[in-house]
C-alpha cells in the first residue's frame, strides 16, 4: 500500500529565514505530487503540483518555490520566509482520488 | 474567486442527531466531488464521493446529496457521534484533470 510521508512535523522560523519541507512517497512510482496549504480561516489551497521528475507546475503566485528531485520526492522551500506564510501545508499524491500526508505546521514568527 | 464554498464554519450537534453539511460550487463543468474529514494536526482522510450521473450515495452513517441544478451538495451524517467532531471539506473536480478544488471548511462539533 501507498504511504505518504512528510517532515518535519512542527516547524518555527522567523521572517526572513529560508524554508525546506520534504515529502516522500512509498508504493507507488510516477505518482502525481501536490502541496496544500490550509491557513487560518481558508480552506486548502492548491500551491504547486508536479506529473514527473522536474515538473512543476505552480497555482499560485507567492513566496515559495518547488522542486521534484526524485520520483517520490517532492520539496517546498522559500529563499525568505514571510509572516503570511504561517500555515498547515500538506503534501498529496493522487490515485483514485488525494491522499494527504500528515502536514507540517510552520510557524512564521 | 472561489469556485467552491462552505458557507458555515461551524456547526454544533447534539450526539445522535443529524449532521447537515452544504457546499455550493460555480462550475457546471466539475463532475466528480468529494468530502473529506479532517481532525487538528492530522492530514485529511476521504469520506465519501458522489460523481454528477447520481444525485445520492450512501456509505454506512454518511450520505452525500448532489443538486447539479442548483450546483449544490450535501453531507448527512446520521446519527452524529463525538468521534465526528472535526473539520469537513468539500472537493470538486473535472473528470480527467489534475485539480482538485476544496471548499474551506465546516467545523463540526458533536455534543455528547
Known amino acids: 500500500s501507498q504511504t505518504i510521508h512528510q517532515w518535519p512535523a512542527t516547524l518555527v522560523q522567523p521572517v526572513g529565514s529560508p524554508l525546506s519541507l520534504e515529502c516522500t512517497v512509498e508504493?507507488?512510482?510516477?505518482?502525481?505530487l501536490y502541496w496544500y496549504r490550509q491557513a487560518a480561516g481558508r480552506g486548502l489551497q492548491l500551491l504547486f503540483y508536479?506529473?514527473?521528475?522536474?515538473?512543476i507546475s505552480s497555482e499560485v503566485p507567492q513566496n515559495l518555490s518547488a522542486s521534484r528531485p526524485q520520483d517520490r520526492q517532492f520539496i517546498l522551500s522559500s529563499k525568505k520566509l514571510l509572516l503570511s506564510d504561517s500555515g498547515f501545508y500538506l503534501c498529496?499524491?493522487?490515485?483514485?482520488?488525494?491522499?494527504f500526508g500528515p502536514g507540517t505546521r510552520l510557524t512564521v514568527t | 474567486d472561489q469556485q467552491v464554498k462552505q458557507n458555515s464554519p461551524s456547526l454544533s450537534v447534539q450526539e445522535g442527531r443529524i449532521s447537515i453539511l452544504n457546499c455550493d460550487y460555480t462550475?457546471?463543468?466539475?463532475?466528480?466531488f468529494l468530502w473529506y474529514k479532517k481532525y487538528p494536526a492530522e492530514g485529511p482522510t476521504f469520506l465519501i464521493s458522489i460523481s454528477s450521473i447520481k444525485d445520492k450515495n450512501e456509505d454506512g452513517r454518511f450520505t452525500v446529496f448532489l443538486n447539479k441544478s442548483a450546483k449544490h451538495l450535501s453531507l448527512h451524517i446520521v446519527p452524529s457521534q463525538p468521534g465526528d467532531s472535526a473539520v469537513y471539506f468539500c472537493a470538486v473536480t473535472t473528470s480527467g484533470t489534475y485539480k482538485y478544488i476544496f471548499g474551506t471548511g465546516t467545523r463540526l462539533k458533536v455534543l455528547a
Open positions: 508536479s506529473v514527473g521528475i522536474g515538473q
Open positions: 508504493g507507488t512510482s510516477n505518482p502525481n
Open positions: 462550475n457546471s463543468m466539475f463532475d466528480y
Open positions: 498529496a499524491w493522487m490515485g483514485y482520488r488525494p491522499y
